[in-house]
C-alpha cells in the first residue's frame, strides 16, 4: 500500500507524446501500459501515473516511503526533463494529502 505520493502538473500543448515517450523509454526494463490519456509505470520502489489534461499533463508518483517517493521524483523528472527539453518545461512536485 502506498503511504507517499506527490505530483506535478506541466502545462503543454502535446501531453500525449511525453505520456508515449516516458512510457516507451521506460518499458524497455519495467512495466509499462499507457495510450493517448495515460501511462503507468511500475518501478520496483513504487508507481509513477500520467495524466492528459486539458491544459497539460499531470505526473504523479506514489511509493512507500519518503526515500522512495524522493527517488521516484527523481528519475522520473530527470528524464522528462530531458525529453522536454525543446519546451524547457521543468517539474515542481507537490505532496499529496494522505488518502
Known sequence: MSSFSSS??????????YIS????HFAHKI?????E????IEFSA???TLQAEDQGLRL????ASSEDLQRL???????FERFAWQEALTLDW???AIR
Open 60 to 63: 504523479q508518483v506514489e511509493s
Open 8 to 17: 506535478a502538473f506541466v502545462a503543454t500543448d502535446t501531453p500525449a507524446r
Open 94 to 96: 507537490q505532496p499529496n
Open 37 to 40: 490519456q495515460q501511462g503507468r
Open 21 to 24: 515517450r516516458l512510457c516507451k
Open 46 to 48: 513504487g508507481v509513477a
Open 73 to 79: 521524483q527523481d528519475v522520473v523528472a530527470s528524464h
Open 31 to 35: 512495466a509499462v501500459s499507457f495510450d
